[in-house]
């Protein structure tokens, strides 16, 4: 190496919680040409644990193929239920999701911190079915008690929900039906 030429990856890092496979093909692609992407599994709102255990899968499968490292945080259903403890009858998109969303986003931001990474973000905004300038807004909050950054994304901008479905499908990974806590009766 000679002078003036870079001295390892000049990236910052980026704690990137991801929700599924599919999701984060698309934000992982966006992502990695300016940030060194640390994809941060917790999900412990998916049920059944079958259902949660494929879409873990599918997220191996991304981080092989992408090859950015995947963090794998203890699955932790018990902290899920109390954190939603009778909010199970709100509609998707109600309280019941923000909730999910927080505690999902502050687990991930106190390993976050700890490793010194100083940015956050998340999948989540991918989906046309949530709110990403709420979960931006949450996001921030988190980031702010902790001491991040929280790098605020509407991911599904700019063809991002449309490119995560092209991957997934080019890839052969596994797409969910539902968010994660409430299976549609025919599933």
């Known amino acids: 190496m000679t002078d ?10 980026l704690a990137l919680h991801v929700c599924c496979g599919p999701c984060s093909t698309a934000a992982i692609e966006r992502m990695a040409e300016r940030w060194r992407v640390t994809a941060v599994w917790y999900n412990p709102n998916i049920r059944p644990a079958e259902e949660h ?14 090859g950015v490292p995947l963090v794998e945080l ?9 954190a939603c403890a ?13 909730e999910c969303f927080r505690m999902r986003l502050e687990q991930v931001a106190r390993w976050a911190a700890e490793q010194g990474i100083g940015t956050l973000t998340t999948t989540l905004s991918i989906s046309p079915h949530k709110p990403a300038e709420r979960i ?29 479905v092209e991957l997934s499908r080019h890839w052969g990974l596994y797409r969910q039906r539902y968010c994660g806590c409430t299976p549609p009766a025919d599933a």
């Open 74 to 82: 203890e699955r932790a259903p018990e902290a899920w239920e109390a």
């Open 4 to 13: 003036g030429e870079p001295h390892g990856d000049a990236r910052e890092p």
């Open 136 to 164: 931006n807004a949450i996001g921030a909050e988190i980031a702010r008690a902790h001491g991040l950054r929280f790098l605020a994304e509407d991911l599904k901008q700019r063809g991002g929900f449309q490119r995560s």
């Open 86 to 98: 009778g909010l199970m009858d709100e509609p998707e998109g109600g309280a019941r999701c923000l």
């Open 53 to 66: 255990d494929r879409r873990l899968a599918a997220m191996r499968t991304v981080a092989e193929r992408t």
